[in-house]
Nanobody
Framework: QLVESGGGLVQAGGSLRLSCAASGRTFSTSGMGWFRQAPGKERAFVGAIRGSGSSTYVADSVKGRFTVSRDNAKNTVYLQMTSLKPEDTAVYYC?????????????????WGQGTQVTVSS
């Protein structure tokens, strides 16, 4: 089970940190990803991290503003978001693969959280 938290309403230029807590199994060897879905749009890749945490990457649209990290001792993955823009408004989902995959395709992930709303006002 994956449970996201940390979403909310923030002004443009502000910051939020999303958390994704995993339970029911250990995800320390699993790739983890963050996706988002805005109203009327398809789910889009945001960022991902290798199981060990040694490698991460983010989508071009958030590069330089968002960072993915994880704490395997806490079975938790984070998405640090800074310099938020109104176009970042979406429901944010974390996902875990059943193996090492940590790519940008949602089809590669086997477990999904319920999502957390992030709203950025202008």
């Amino acid at each position: 089970q994956l449970v996201e938290s940390g979403g909310g309403l923030v002004q443009a230029g502000g910051s939020l940190r999303l958390s994704c807590a995993a339970s029911g199994r250990t995800f320390s060897t699993s790739g983890m990803g963050w996706f988002r879905q805005a109203p009327g749009k398809e789910r889009a890749f945001v960022g991902a991290i290798r199981g060990s945490g040694s490698s991460t990457y983010v989508a071009d649209s958030v590069k330089g503003r968002f960072t993915v990290s994880r704490d395997n001792a806490k079975n938790t993955v984070y998405l640090q978001m800074t310099s938020l823009k109104p176009e970042d408004t979406a429901v944010y989902y974390c996902a875990a693969s059943g193996g090492p995959y940590y790519g940008n395709s949602y089809a590669g992930y086997d477990y999904w959280g319920q999502g957390t709303q992030v709203t950025v006002s202008s």
